[in-house]
């Protein structure tokens, strides 16, 4: 896979190619190796310098973003691979992130090789790397007891499906083999530290004391990061504390962190401009004023946000979860969804001015997602793309208008349906988008309305292909969830979760991509599917967007971190605290 890397220009980063073609980061995620790669070579520091004599000015920093969706202490098994972000200080991956590029590093796995059967995966394991608490070594056992958790019939992790094709083969106390017979081009971003947490070994020993399946009036298990954990409170707080040994790869500066949940971000700028927060994310508007007010704005390296809507209630009759095919005249789950119409789709996308969105969110920054889910500068774009986009999605309210009327809708029989204007983590202007776009599409005579049912209700509605979610705009890209794992996880009647729209020719496109691990067969295949998905309109395709977090330069002097980890914070390593 490519990413981009934010500078003077535009850059591509083609490091550890034959694996990260393939690649894709998750954000509900669920199936499927990489061919002939070689193992990374780059090893981190075995040591960091402890902490300094100088203390910073805070004892424990406070960041703050919207309440978690889901929150519990077996995450491996309850949680999906983005939503505990937080926890990213207390547990390591077997393949790690370089912090300011996004490249795959060794981390928990000092080198890993693809075996000859062009499938499985060998792993050579660190030696020394000590367990929070007097829960001892890292060792092979607890790599297995992670793999059985996650992959258990009861867990409902996002991964599960792709971990119960790979059985964990025991070489040694160190050498382990991930064992499958499946293609599966996004089994390394899984498990590397592009997801938290997806297979970040925890201590078998720890997790058995605390009976299994600790829930939240118990604790999380002992990880091998260089914190561990504190107290948390659903809803409300988590804390962590710095380890108190020298960690084998870092040490962090302030001796506690603690993650404030709090959805308004009109609450969390009061809380930093009164020094109660320390970090934050907000929206840009509210940046501005922080700026005014002496506070300061980091941001990512790369460009690992896709600012994109996708249609809902566009799902195919077939039976998934708590849905049972209905054998459907026009083949859908809902034979009455409005945006069934690609004339309606494309006319909903022709309403939205983009030039006017970035100028008032993103300052003029965003660069435009002109094919959802696909890297302008990949090695399968296609230039046609970019040259059609305009005809295509570009805004023209008066082809809007006449797009709806071929579809047969006017004044007198208006478009009507609801887009979910919910908080969204990771994108603090998700309910202001909503509203936005509410505007421009009543421009044009559509009744669109917002709706706030909370993501817990929907998503049980989602399991069950629920009516309440026909005619229901859902679904915003907040992450770099691109290419192979994108469209199976959002566009592909193959796999759970299932939750963007879905077509037949799109259906046919995905599986041949999907089908091979040679690098070359796969990038064609995203072409291919590039040019399936370009004129159906499965969304309405926005911008690529760093993240930006804003910070009291009196508490952190500085944070360099590429974005790539998913989580709005990742590599809490690289926030350095002001030293007294």
């Not at 928990?108 to 059967?117: G, R």
């Not at 980091?298 to 998934?320: I, N, S, W």
């Not at 005579?445 to 909370?454: F, P, R, S």
Request: charged share 20%; proline share 6%; hydrophobic share 40%.
């Amino acid at each position: 896979m490519v990413r981009l890397l934010r500078g003077g220009s535009t850059t591509i980063i083609l490091g550890l190619m034959a694996l990260m073609l393939l690649a894709a980061c998750s954000s509900d995620g669920d199936d499927e190796s990489t061919s002939g790669a070689a193992a990374p070579t780059a090893v981190p520091a075995t040591a960091v310098a402890p902490a300094p004599d100088a203390k910073p000015t805070v004892e424990k920093l406070v960041i703050s973003d919207a309440i978690p969706s889901v929150e519990s202490n077996n995450p491996w098994k309850l949680e999906n691979p983005r939503t505990p972000y937080y926890m990213r200080p207390m547990y390591e991956s077997l393949i790690g992130v370089d912090a300011l590029t996004g490249e795959f590093v060794p981390q928990l796995a000092t080198e890993f090789s693809v075996e000859p059967d062009g499938t499985s995966l060998r792993f050579i394991l660190r030696k020394g790397v000590r367990f929070h608490g007097d829960n001892g070594e890292f060792t092979a056992a607890d790599v297995v007891a992670t793999h059985a958790n996650s992959s258990a019939e009861d867990s409902v992790h996002t991964h599960r499906t792709q971990y119960r094709r790979v059985t964990v083969e025991v070489v040694n106390d160190y050498e382990i083999v991930f064992r499958t017979d499946v293609p599966n081009p996004e089994l390394i971003p899984n498990i590397s530290e592009r997801n938290t947490i997806s297979m970040e070994p925890y201590s078998a020993k720890d997790m058995a004391a605390l009976g299994g399946n600790p829930d939240l009036s118990s604790r999380l298990p002992a990880g091998t990061g260089f914190y561990e954990y504190d107290d948390r409170f659903q809803g409300q707080f988590f804390r962590m504390k710095r380890v108190p040994y020298q960690h084998w790869e870092n040490q962090g500066q302030f001796e506690e962190i603690e993650m404030r949940f709090i959805s308004e971000a009109s609450t969390r700028l009061a809380g930093l401009l009164t020094a109660e927060i320390h970090m934050g994310q907000l929206p840009r508007d509210q940046q501005q004023q922080a700026v005014a007010e002496g506070l300061k704005v980091a941001r990512a390296k790369v460009l690992a946000r896709e600012r994109t809507l996708l249609f809902g209630g566009m799902q195919l009759d077939k039976k998934y979860a708590n849905y049972e095919a209905q054998g459907t005249a026009c083949g859908y789950a809902h034979c009455d969804s409005v945006f069934l119409d690609v004339k309606v789709r494309r006319a909903l996308s022709k309403a939205i001015n983009r030039a006017s969105l970035n100028n008032a969110f993103f300052g003029g920054e965003g660069i435009e997602v002109h094919n959802i889910h696909m890297i302008p500068t990949a090695s399968y774009w296609n230039p046609a793309w970019d040259q059609n986009f305009q005809e295509q999605y570009g805004y023209d309210p008066a082809a809007a208008l006449a797009l709806l009327a071929e579809a047969g809708y006017s004044t007198s029989n208006p478009l009507e349906f609801k887009i979910d204007g919910t908080a969204v983590g990771g994108f603090p202007e998700a309910g202001d988008f909503a509203e936005t776009f509410v505007g421009f599409w009543q421009e044009i005579g559509v009744k669109a309305t917002l709706d706030l049912t909370d993501s817990t209700t929907s998503r049980a509605w989602g399991r069950s292909f629920d009516v309440k979610l026909n005619n229901r705009m859902a679904g915003w890209m907040t992450s770099n969830i691109v290419e192979t794992q994108a469209f199976r996880v959002h566009n592909w009647a193959g796999s759970a979760p299932r939750g963007g729209p879905e077509f037949p020719e799109l259906e046919v496109a995905i599986l041949a991509q999907r089908n091979t691990v040679d690098p070359v067969r796969a990038l064609d295949g995203l072409r291919q599917v590039g040019d399936v998905i370009f004129p159906l309109h499965i969304g309405i395709p926005i911008f690529w967007i760093p993240d930006d977090i804003v910070y009291n330069p009196e508490v952190v002097a500085s944070y360099e971190w590429s974005g790539v980890p998913l989580g709005t914070y990742s590599s809490f390593q690289q926030i350095k605290a002001v030293l007294e």
